[in-house]
């Protein structure tokens, strides 16, 4: 309910950015029923989950919570938590990159035996995190920098816009945001958002917030 309570608050503050159809119809309500999505909007908007807490356990339960709240259905739930796990394993150094695509496909069940070349052939347009999860985190293994994971997870066509925000938040984690992007990008946001970016990272990234997991329970 907390999360639902909060996406909902803020969504209605920026309405007409580009939300999906159901996640629409579903900000329009005023009951807190998910719709049961395995879109990629549970994985694209997981990545402070595995920045707030410091133990993997408390990262996949609480990117569990972040998802259902509207992504109840099982492939929306895995993708969220396959996402959060990438971004705290390579920001902690937990996993290799090298072993990342191993590692994902052995945990979560994907199949990852393809490059960006290979997808670049005969993608389409597909919104599902069962097809755009696995491609946004080819893009960044393949990647040689943060600029460069965008440019790949761009390059491959489909849902690009939501794959580039999934690859480049597992990248960020590994790599860093430049300061000349992280400058740019800060131009498009309004005060509001920035106030809350701004605390966010400078005070609660890497806590482990038992106090916060219990209340959204």
Not at 209 to 216: G, K
Request: include cysteine; hydrophobic fraction near 35%.
């Amino acid at each position: 309910m907390v999360f639902a309570k909060y996406l909902r608050s803020w969504c209605r503050k920026y309405p007409n950015r580009g939300y999906g159809l159901s996640f629409s119809r579903w900000l329009a309500t005023d009951n807190y029923v998910p719709y049961n999505s395995y879109g990629n909007g549970s994985a694209m908007r997981v990545s402070p989950c595995a920045l707030f807490f410091s133990v993997l356990d408390s990262v996949l339960e609480v990117a569990q919570y972040s998802a259902q709240c509207t992504h109840n259905h099982a492939e929306g739930i895995k993708g969220a938590k396959a996402v959060a796990d990438c971004i705290f394993v390579c920001k902690n150094k937990i996993v290799p990159k090298n072993r990342l695509l191993q590692y994902v496909s052995e945990k979560y069940g994907y199949k990852l035996n393809f490059t960006c070349d290979d997808i670049r052939k005969s993608n389409t347009f597909d919104e599902t995190c069962q097809v755009t999860v696995p491609q946004a985190i080819v893009s960044f293994v393949e990647s040689s920098d943060f600029e460069d994971t965008i440019r790949l997870a761009v390059s491959i066509g489909g849902d690009s816009d939501t794959i580039a925000a999934i690859a480049g938040s597992i990248a960020e984690a590994y790599y860093g945001v430049p300061d000349n992007l992280w400058n740019e990008a800060k131009k498009y946001l309004t005060p509001e958002i920035m106030n809350v970016v701004d605390k966010f990272y400078g005070t609660y990234i890497g806590c482990e917030q038992r106090p916060f997991l219990e209340e959204i329970k």
